[in-house]
């Protein structure tokens, strides 16, 4: 088999995050990324590995962090957990061994996941990154993937969060600080 150098990840695209009643829910601009991501998805599913690191919670967990900090969301097998829109068929279509939803239960991607020994596995060197929230948890797997010395690609249209502010914010970060590539 080929060896193959790129991974994207699509990040806690879930309807509590975008829909428009979900339960953290950065609202439009969250919506507005949905067909860039699912057309990029289709594009690269055929030379690039393919993750949705999506959060899963227990509601009232005493013992996790975000229990303070957010409202319960992504709570296992709740409609808040189900991808969002158009990418919940093209995951049902497409899953695969290259294509897999993947649990997460912090911002990072990498954090008390098997994601950092799959991506060395299959010597990936480069992530791209997209999805949801842009300043919380794409942020902290870029620092992550950063860290453990990914190349890192952010599409621009395919990354969403709360503000205008934290948008701008982070597209700065992942460029000045991490190195990544911005893709407009
Ligand atoms: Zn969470």
């Known amino acids: 088999m080929d060896a193959n150098k790129e991974a994207l990840l699509i990040i806690d695209y879930t309807n509590d995050f975008v829909a428009d009643d979900g339960a953290l829910t950065c609202g439009k601009p969250g919506q507005e990324i949905e ?6 998805a289709d594009n690269m599913k055929e030379n690039a590995f393919i993750y949705l690191p999506t959060d899963i919670h227990v509601k009232d967990d005493p013992f996790h962090p975000e229990t303070k900090l ?9 409609w808040g957990r189900e991808l969002y829109g158009k990418l919940a068929p093209w995951y049902q279509a497409n899953k695969s061994n290259t294509v897999q939803l993947m649990d997460k239960t912090r911002y990072s991607s990498f954090a008390g996941t098997n994601l950092d020994i799959l991506l060395r596995e299959r010597h990936v060197d480069t992530v791209h990154l997209v999805g949801v929230c842009s300043d919380i948890c794409v942020l902290h ?8 010395g990914y190349k890192i690609v952010i599409h621009e249209k395919g990354i969403a969060t709360f503000t205008d502010n934290g948008q701008e914010w982070s597209l700065n970060h992942f460029k000045n600080s991490l190195g990544a590539t911005i893709k407009e």
């Not at 957010?70 to 709740?78: D, G, K, R, V």
């Not at 797997?141 to 453990?148: C, K, Q, R, S």
């Open 70 to 78: 957010f409202p319960i969301h992504n709570q296992e097998n709740t």
């Open 35 to 40: 067909d860039y991501i699912v057309n990029l």
């Open 141 to 148: 797997t870029a620092v992550d993937a950063y860290n453990l």
